[in-house]
């Protein structure tokens, strides 16, 4: 006759079931520190893939279209006779934008400290 293993429920002593309970609340520990990690690089993998998407629509947008969004040094200047402020770009000296002169620009011009260098 042949003899086999098989894996049958034991009686523990006192001591096997507290080292039993010791061992769990170390593995519980362990166990929720490695998922608050994976939770961690998964958000991390997120952001990143979310900032990696975001470069690559604007790359092919440029692309496509032959425009990209760029920083440009703009200025904002008086139109005296409609008493607008414009906004120019300084690169192409392009007008991008008119508004109404606010009361305080307005005092200011008539004070003639409106223009700055």
């Not at 958000?43 to 604007?58: D, I, P, Q, Y």
């Not at 200047?77 to 414009?86: G, L, T, Y």
Request: proline share 3%; net charge neutral.
């Amino acid at each position: 006759m042949s003899s086999k293993i098989q894996r049958l429920p034991c009686k523990l002593s006192e001591y096997d079931k507290a080292q039993r309970a010791k061992l769990a609340t170390q593995l519980i520990a362990e166990y929720r520190s490695k998922e608050d990690a994976q939770k961690l690089a998964a958000k991390e993998a997120n952001l990143e893939l979310k900032t990696l998407r975001s470069t690559l629509e604007e790359a092919a947008r440029a692309s496509r279209e032959g425009i990209e969004t760029r920083d440009v040094e703009t200025r904002e200047q008086p139109v005296f006779e409609s008493w607008e402020m414009e906004t120019v770009r300084l690169d192409t000296m392009e007008v991008i934008d008119r508004r109404p002169m606010t009361k305080e620009e307005h005092a200011r011009y008539r004070q003639g400290t409106l223009i700055e260098n």
